[in-house]
T-cell receptor, first 114, second 116 residues
Framework: DSGVTQTPKHLITATGQRVTLRCSPR?????VYWYQQSLDQGLQFLIQ???????AKGNILERFSAQQFPDLHSELNLSSLELGDSALYFC?????????????FGPGTRLTVL | GQNIDQPTEMTATEGAIVQINCTYQ??????LFWYQQHAGEAPTFLSY????GLEEKGRFSSFLSRSKGYSYLLLKELQMKDSASYLC?????????????????FGSGTQLTVLP
């Protein structure tokens, strides 16, 4: 158990719909990262937040958005869903200073778009 | 940008030693990580290298050569439970702000199968 929690574990929805994925980082971690992992794409970095502010953007579509709240939990919003958005979505958190700053991953949310 | 290459698949026998290679190109290197990921599960941190040389942690060791853009993960005394995907990830220097970590770019992973 990494200490990072994600809900829901599974989500099945239809094309065109909107969903929200939730992540709570490890206690004390200020940085939250979102990743998408599909079978043919590997682990793709989407976006990073640090203490409520966006810090880095990767291959995140305009239909996707995220935010980090004052209590440091984060939400990833996916809208106008397409079949190709079906994937595992991971959230990770890391300490804010010192050492390796390795990222600790949550268990993921498996999104299926039908 | 970054480019990370690692073999797609490897097979080894229980009790043996296997070396998984990773080569990378990056504009600003700030550390290399190895993660293990079992199918459908979260990646788990294995090792971190930022300076040249070998880091040993139990049955797992990781090596880095920054001048060659090369790393390897060495797994000794292989066990069946080591069958998993092994992900090489590079952290770039990025914009250094007080207290913020930099993003990781992951390779596509090496699927290791350990046979009895």
């Amino acid at each position: 158990d990494s200490g990072v929690t994600q809900t829901p574990k599974h989500l099945i929805t239809a094309t065109g719909q909107r969903v929200t994925l939730r992540c709570s980082p490890r206690s004390g971690d200020l940085s939250v990262y979102w990743y998408q992992q599909s079978l043919d794409q590997g682990l793709q970095f989407l976006i990073q937040y640090y203490n409520g502010e966006e810090r880095a953007k990767g291959n995140i579509l305009e239909r996707f958005s995220a935010q980090q709240f004052p209590d440091l939990h984060s939400e990833l919003n996916l809208s106008s869903l397409e079949l190709g958005d079906s994937a595992l979505y991971f959230c990770a958190s890391s300490p804010h200073s010192g050492g390796a700053n390795e990222q600790f991953f949550g268990p993921g949310t498996r999104l299926t778009v039908l | 940008g970054q480019n990370i290459d690692q073999p797609t698949e490897m097979t080894a026998t229980e009790g043996a030693i296997v070396q998984i290679n990773c080569t990378y190109q990056t504009s600003g290197f700030n550390g290399l990580f190895w993660y293990q990921q079992h199918a459908g599960e979260a990646p788990t941190f294995l090792s971190y290298n930022v300076l040249d040389g070998l880091e040993e942690k139990g049955r797992f060791s990781s090596f880095l050569s920054r001048s060659k853009g090369y790393s390897y993960l060495l797994l000794k005394e292989l066990q069946m439970k080591d069958s998993a995907s092994y992900l090489c990830a590079v952290r770039d220097r990025g914009v250094i702000s007080s207290g913020s970590a930099r993003q990781l770019t992951f390779g596509s992973g090496t699927q290791l199968t350990v046979l009895p």
